[in-house]
C-alpha cells in the first residue's frame, strides 16, 4: 500500500501541472487571436487609407496642372496633402474652389497651347477686351503688367514665372529673374526689380 500513496501526491501535482499549462496556452491563444484581430484591424484601415489615396491621385491627375497651380495660389491647397487625406476635387471641401480655378483659367488653356516655350502668344486683343477690359488687354499685349491684374493676366503679358513661393497664405510671390511679382489675395499688389 505504501506504493500507492506516494502515487496518488504525484498524480495530483501532475493534474496541477497539466491543468496549468492549459490554461497559459489557451491564454496565450486568446491573446494571439485578440493580437492577430488588432494586427488584421489595422492593416484593414491601413489597405483602406491606401486605396482611398491611390483614388484621390487618379482624380487630381485628371486636374490640369493650371488649375492646381491656382489652387495652390489662390487658396493655399496643397494637392499632395489632399491626396494623402484621400480627398478628390469633388469632395464638398474643395470642389468650389476647383471649379472657380476652371472658370478662371478659361481662355488661357487656348492660349498656351499654342505658345512658343520663351514667348506667350497673344490672344486677340478683342477676346481680352471682353475678358479683361480694354486698358488690361493693351497691357498685356505690350508685354507690360499692373497693380490688380490677376494670375492669368501676368502669365499671358509674361508668360510663366521661373520660381513661385506661396508660403504665406493669401500672398504669393513670382520670380521673374530680375523682376518679381507679389500677389496678395490672387491680385498683384506689387512689382519689383
Not at 505504501?2 to 501532475?14: D, E, F, I, S
Amino acid at each position: 500500500m505504501p506504493n500507492q500513496t506516494k502515487a496518488r501526491p504525484v498524480t495530483g501535482r501532475l493534474l496541477i501541472t497539466a491543468c496549468a499549462a492549459l490554461f497559459v496556452s489557451g491564454a496565450a491563444q486568446a491573446q494571439s487571436d485578440m493580437g492577430s484581430s488588432i494586427v488584421n484591424g489595422l492593416f484593414g484601415a491601413m489597405s483602406g487609407a491606401m486605396s482611398r489615396s491611390a483614388e484621390a491621385n487618379d482624380a487630381w491627375k485628371q486636374v490640369d496642372m493650371q488649375t492646381q497651380s491656382c489652387l495652390a495660389s489662390r487658396y493655399n491647397l496643397n494637392i499632395h496633402n489632399l491626396v494623402v487625406q484621400g480627398v478628390k476635387p469633388d469632395n464638398p471641401s474643395v470642389a468650389p474652389d476647383v471649379q472657380a480655378c476652371q472658370n478662371a483659367a478659361g481662355g488661357q488653356a487656348e492660349s498656351q497651347q499654342a505658345s512658343v516655350p520663351q514667348q506667350p502668344a497673344k490672344p486677340d486683343r478683342g477676346v481680352l477686351v471682353q475678358k479683361y477690359g480694354s486698358k488690361n488687354a493693351d497691357l498685356i499685349l505690350a508685354g507690360q503688367i499692373a497693380k490688380g491684374m490677376d494670375s492669368d493676366e501676368v502669365t499671358l503679358a509674361w508668360g510663366d514665372p521661373k520660381a513661385k513661393d506661396a508660403s504665406t497664405p493669401g500672398h504669393e510671390v513670382w520670380n521673374y529673374g530680375d523682376d518679381v511679382v507679389t500677389f496678395t489675395q490672387g491680385k498683384v499688389s506689387e512689382v519689383g526689380h
